[in-house]
């Protein structure tokens, strides 16, 4: 038996399979076979489709639970991003702001200088970045914080003594620039930091291919639903094809057994027939045979009474026997009467 099944329940079930099987008659050597086609649809069977109806929602229902909680995960996951990313923002934000600053202080000490008429190259200038590179290592232009002999001498002298208003003024800006260096700095540090939270994150959503797998292992759910409604469908298909087949053998059988016993019946009619034709050919026969025994002792008969009459009309008489010779003459003339009738009787009966 070949049985081909479609992914889908309403999907035709197409079946084609042969089967012989002896079905033997009562009292007959002969067997009969039994031989079928079947075409068999699914709308057709008795299937339980409460059973398949609430496999296949199982199947969705876990299908659906796999997709949408790697949804979760990966909206969470997009989420995050979107929030480091946010506050990578609010950080380069923050860094450009204090930029601005540090600029703006060193725009407001370069008018100091101009307005004070100090020049680049003169001591009260260099004083002043000697100041700087002691006070704000930190800053860009005053990275570096070794100093000379001459120059630590110089910072005692200028410790000691009083400085001049540029230079106080310039001072004062500096340690304003040196706030917006920090916070430049700490922004920087931040913006460093989300954007490696953002870039792990990503990466570990390349490795874990968490939609994918949710996915794969949906259509795996659904297909192997799939073969259990199939196999629920072929189950049933096989059921109702034994049932049915088994009505029809019974129904086959039943017929034989029918018709062995009609075909007893005909055999006995048959028989009969033969009997009481042999039987009405012996009465035939026999009804010749004494019929041909009547008209011959009839002839007799006739042409012995013709003999008498011919004699007692001559007026021959035996010797001392007269009257009684007539007397016998006329009983076998009344004889000759009743055997002419019977003989008409039998012809009527064999007409009949």
């Known amino acids: 038996m070949q049985i081909k099944v479609g992914s889908n329940e309403n999907q035709a079930i197409y ?29 057709d069977l008795p299937l339980h489709k409460d059973s398949i109806t609430l496999r296949r929602q199982q199947a969705q229902k876990k ?19 979107a929030k480091y990313e946010a506050l990578a923002e609010e950080q380069k934000k923050e860094i450009l702001v204090n930029r601005d600053r540090i600029l703006e202080c060193r725009d407001r000490k370069e008018n100091l200088r101009e307005g004070y008429g100090v020049e680049k190259d003169s001591q ?15 800053n860009g232009e005053f990275a570096d914080v070794d100093f000379t002999k001459e120059e630590r001498e110089r910072l005692k002298e200028l410790e000691g ?11 004062e800006i500096d340690g304003e620039e040196q706030i917006f260096k920090i916070r430049e700095g700490r922004a920087e540090s ?13 990466q570990e959503r390349l490795k874990s291919h968490e939609m994918t797998d949710a996915q794969n292992n949906a259509k795996k759910v659904m297909e192997q639903a799939s073969k259990d409604i199939q196999g629920m469908l072929l189950d049933e298909a096989k059921d109702h094809v034994d049932e049915t087949y088994e009505e029809t053998r019974e129904e086959a059988e039943e017929k034989a057994e029918e018709k062995e016993a009609e075909e007893e019946k005909i055999e006995l009619r048959k028989e009969q027939k033969e009997l009481m034709e042999a039987r009405i050919d012996e ?18 008969a006739r042409e012995e009474a013709a003999f008498l009459k011919d ?15 007539n007397a016998e003459i006329k009983d076998m003339l009344n004889k000759l009467k009743l055997i002419e009738a019977d003989i008409k009787g039998i012809e009527v009966d064999e007409e009949i």
Not at 73 to 81: A, G, H, L, N
Not at 161 to 171: A, D, F, I, S, V
Not at 190 to 202: D, E, F, M
Not at 283 to 300: I, P
Request: proline content about 2%; glycine content about 8%; some cysteine.
């Open 63 to 81: 299908a659906k639970e796999l997709v949408q909680n790697a949804w979760d995960v990966d909206r969470k996951t997009d989420q995050s991003i």
């Open 15 to 43: 079946t084609n399979f042969q089967t012989q099987e002896k079905a033997a008659a009562e009292g007959s050597q002969n067997g009969e076979k039994l031989q079928r086609k079947t075409i068999i649809f699914a709308g």
């Open 190 to 202: 931040a913006l460093g930091a989300y954007n490696g939270a953002v870039r792990s994150i990503k």
């Open 124 to 138: 009260e200038q260099k004083d002043l970045e000697l100041l700087e590179r002691r006070y704000y290592p930190n």
């Open 311 to 325: 004699m007692a009309e001559a007026g021959m008489n035996v010797a001392g026997a007269g009257d009684a010779v």
């Open 283 to 300: 009465v035939r026969e026999e009804s010749h045979e004494t019929e041909e025994a009547s008209r011959e002792q009839e002839k007799d």
């Open 161 to 171: 003594g009083p400085l001049t208003e540029y230079q106080q003024r310039c001072l």
